[in-house]
């Protein structure tokens, strides 16, 4: 630590005597600095040890010594050396008295001692002190790079947080806890979840002091745009030189790791892609060949496919096509890279499922390709129940931003297949595929393809194109009807819910079945098609059903 006054008055070679302010000589001294001026306050920045021979000033003068004291402490001087045997032969008793009331050392520098001893002292005393902590931070920087090979991130923390006397923990993308050292201190680490995602909002790197129980400092991990992670340091006062050293230290080790990770990664993504486009094209085999250990235990086990893309995408996708698709396309080879999160829902999902496949060491495999990305996870793992989670935050995010004026957001569409396996994988992709297509048309976040089998299909033909063939086919049927001629369009409704039991349904019209059987007869006439085809009435029935709402 700095030089103390205590220090400078057991130095031997200065013979430095203490007339006032006994109990506060514990106090570092920041520099030494010798002023005869009258008022030296405004040259004062604290911490200071003041040298004077009182050239200008009447030291006698028991009001004047008062008020130049006082301008002293609060200027943050932290002593006053006085020369004696130069102007005075001895310290003034206004001065010590002063000095005495205001609380500030008051040191006696005999005749002999120059005040460039004492600055010397002094200077020496901080060199040595910044030389003890260049070097214990060498020392923390060899320890910590020792630990981070040897037992990775664990071992780091655990090493930070003996250097600083506090606690560390280490953050994923998403402010998630992934280490902490000591072990209590994941739960007070877990606490500042909001804080770690605010300061990724930030471009790295950024750091920030948060406050409570102890004092935090938060520093971003990253090269990128976006910070991969994030390093809390907690301790109970500020950090000192040596432990400064240190959390740089921490911080470069744990980005090269990060950085390091981030290449392994875009490495594993390519294996991933290369996986699956395997796997779509009906090799199981060669899939699980090149999967080895990597996605080996994923092909085990059953899986879901998740297909997603930006609402954006979703809907001039849906504007092109008029339909869902329902071919599984060949993945472009060069789509291995995570898309960057900062205002993409693609990239934020892929996060979201890494990191929780991640916590709970589940393999998965996520390829961007192109305007979608494709994950492949475990079934009821933590990665699809994440994805879920992440949607209905979606949906949250939405509903506030339509309160907003302005609001608006970009969204997400996604599509889940039901459990498959290898073998299976092109039908699963043709699944999530068909649920991303109804969840686009929706206008819902998530779709899982076991919806749509028990559910009913009425709600699919809310669509545009369905609703304008219905128009079209009915139209002669309304045309006929408003002219008052007959009531043909309720007669073929009443018909069809009765599978064409003419006493039925002439009871629930409240006609004679002669006269149902003349209205559908005229059916059949404006039409042009027969009623005995079961494909033309399933048509007349959906159209029905699919104008049901506008009909009133």
Same mark, same amino acid.
């Given at each position: 630590?700095?030089?103390?006054?205590?220090?400078?008055?057991?130095?031997?070679?200065?013979?430095?005597?203490?007339?006032?302010?006994?109990?506060?000589?514990?106090?570092?001294?920041?520099?030494?600095?010798?002023?005869?001026?009258?008022?030296?306050?405004?040259?004062?920045?604290?911490?200071?040890?003041?040298?004077?021979?009182? &050239?200008?000033?009447?030291?006698?003068?028991?009001?004047?010594?008062?008020?130049?004291?006082?301008?002293?402490?609060? =200027?943050?001087?932290?002593?006053?050396?006085?020369?004696?045997?130069?102007?005075?032969?001895?310290?003034?008793?206004?001065?010590?008295?002063?000095?005495?009331?205001?609380?500030?050392?008051?040191?006696?520098?005999?005749?002999?001692?120059?005040?460039?001893?004492?600055?010397?002292?002094?200077?020496?005393?901080?060199?040595?002190?910044?030389?003890?902590?260049?070097?214990?931070?060498?020392?923390?920087?060899?320890?910590?790079?020792?630990?981070?090979?040897?037992?990775?991130?664990?071992?780091?923390?655990?090493?930070?947080?003996?250097?600083?006397?506090?606690?560390?923990?280490?953050?994923?993308?998403?402010?998630?806890?992934?280490?902490?050292?000591?072990?209590?201190?994941?739960?007070?680490?877990?606490?500042?979840?909001?804080?770690?995602?605010?300061?990724?909002?930030?471009?790295?790197?950024?750091?920030?002091?948060?406050?409570?129980?102890?004092?935090?400092?938060?520093?971003? &991990?990253?090269?990128?745009?976006?910070?991969?992670?994030?390093?809390?340091?907690?301790?109970?006062?500020?950090?000192?030189?040596?432990?400064?050293?240190?959390?740089? %230290?921490?911080?470069?080790?744990?980005?090269?790791?990060?950085?390091?990770?981030?290449?392994?990664?875009?490495?594993?993504?390519?294996?991933?892609?290369?996986?699956?486009?395997?796997?779509?094209?009906?090799?199981?085999?060669?899939?699980?060949?090149?999967?080895?250990?990597?996605?080996?235990?994923?092909?085990?086990?059953?899986?879901?496919?998740?297909?997603?893309? %930006?609402?954006?995408?979703?809907?001039?996708?849906?504007?092109?096509?008029?339909?869902?698709?329902?071919?599984?396309?060949?993945?472009?080879?060069?789509?291995?890279?995570?898309?960057?999160?900062?205002?993409?829902?693609?990239?934020?999902?892929?996060?979201?499922?890494?990191?929780?496949?991640?916590?709970?060491?589940? %393999?998965?495999?996520?390829?961007?390709?192109?305007?979608?990305?494709?994950?492949? =996870?475990?079934?009821?793992?933590?990665?699809?129940?994440?994805?879920?989670?992440?949607?209905?935050? &979606?949906?949250?995010?939405?509903?506030?931003?339509?309160?907003?004026?302005?609001?608006?957001?970009?969204?997400?569409?996604?599509?889940?297949?039901?459990?498959?396996?290898?073998?299976?994988?092109?039908?699963?992709?043709?699944?999530?595929?068909?649920?991303?297509?109804?969840?686009?048309?929706?206008?819902?976040?998530?779709?899982?393809?076991?919806?749509?089998?028990?559910?009913?299909?009425?709600?699919?033909?809310?669509?545009?194109?369905?609703?304008?063939?219905?128009?079209?086919?009915?139209?002669?049927?309304?045309?006929?009807?408003?002219?008052?001629?007959?009531?043909?369009?309720?007669?073929?409704?009443?018909?069809?819910?009765?599978?064409?039991?003419?006493?039925?349904?002439?009871?629930?019209?409240?006609?004679?079945?002669?006269?149902?059987?003349?209205r559908m007869r005229r059916v059949e006439e404006i039409l042009g098609r027969s009623l005995d085809d079961p494909d033309v009435r399933m048509e007349l029935w959906l159209a029905l059903k699919a104008t049901a709402g506008t009909e009133e």
């Amino acid at each position: 630590m700095p030089p103390t006054l205590a220090a400078l008055v057991h130095h031997s070679a200065l013979k430095l005597t203490v007339r006032a302010g006994e109990d506060r000589l514990d106090v570092p001294v920041r520099w030494a600095h010798a002023s005869e001026l009258a008022d030296p306050v405004p040259y004062m920045e604290g911490g200071e040890l003041l040298l004077i021979t009182a &050239l200008k000033l009447d030291a006698e003068d028991p009001e004047a010594m008062r008020r130049y004291v006082k301008r002293l402490v609060g =200027a943050g001087v932290v002593g006053l050396g006085f020369a004696v045997g130069v102007n005075y032969e001895e310290i003034p008793k206004a001065l010590v008295d002063a000095a005495q009331e205001e609380g500030l050392p008051l040191l006696e520098v005999p005749r002999r001692t120059p005040f460039l001893a004492i600055s010397k002292a002094v200077s020496a005393a901080i060199a040595a002190d910044q030389y003890r902590a260049v070097t214990a931070g060498f020392a923390a920087q060899r320890e910590l790079t020792k630990r981070a090979l040897n037992d990775g991130p664990e071992g780091l923390l655990a090493a930070l947080a003996g250097q600083v006397d506090g606690w560390a923990a280490l953050y994923d993308a998403s402010g998630s806890v992934v280490a902490s050292a000591p072990e209590w201190a994941g739960r007070r680490a877990a606490r500042l979840t909001p804080d770690v995602e605010r300061l990724r909002e930030r471009p790295a790197p950024a750091s920030s002091v948060v406050g409570g129980e102890d004092r935090v400092e938060l520093h971003s &991990l990253g090269t990128g745009r976006r910070p991969r992670a994030a390093l809390a340091v907690g301790t109970a006062a500020a950090l000192g030189t040596a432990e400064r050293y240190a959390v740089h %230290s921490a911080i470069a080790l744990l980005t090269l790791t990060t950085e390091r990770s981030r290449s392994l990664h875009a490495a594993e993504q390519r294996i991933g892609a290369a996986v699956l486009r395997m796997l779509l094209a009906g090799e199981p085999d060669h899939a699980r060949a090149v999967a080895g250990d990597l996605y080996g235990a994923l092909l085990d086990a059953p899986f879901r496919l998740i297909l997603a893309e %930006s609402a954006s995408a979703s809907a001039a996708r849906a504007h092109a096509d008029g339909h869902a698709r329902v071919a599984a396309p060949a993945l472009s080879a060069s789509a291995v890279a995570v898309p960057e999160t900062n205002g993409d829902p693609l990239g934020g999902l892929a996060e979201v499922v890494e990191s929780a496949a991640a916590r709970s060491g589940e %393999s998965v495999l996520v390829v961007p390709d192109g305007e979608r990305l494709v994950v492949l =996870a475990v079934d009821g793992g933590a990665a699809v129940a994440a994805c879920g989670e992440y949607a209905v935050a &979606l949906e949250a995010a939405r509903t506030a931003a339509r309160e907003q004026p302005g609001g608006d957001e970009d969204e997400l569409v996604v599509g889940l297949s039901a459990p498959s396996g290898p073998i299976a994988a092109g039908a699963a992709y043709k699944q999530a595929e068909q649920a991303l297509s109804v969840a686009r048309r929706r206008g819902r976040f998530l779709v899982e393809h076991e919806e749509l089998a028990a559910g009913s299909v009425l709600p699919l033909l809310a669509d545009d194109a369905v609703r304008a063939f219905a128009d079209g086919l009915l139209r002669a049927l309304h045309e006929h009807d408003a002219t008052g001629r007959g009531d043909l369009v309720a007669s073929l409704r009443a018909w069809l819910s009765r599978h064409g039991q003419w006493d039925a349904a002439a009871a629930d019209l409240g006609v004679h079945r002669h006269t149902l059987r003349y209205r559908m007869r005229r059916v059949e006439e404006i039409l042009g098609r027969s009623l005995d085809d079961p494909d033309v009435r399933m048509e007349l029935w959906l159209a029905l059903k699919a104008t049901a709402g506008t009909e009133e």
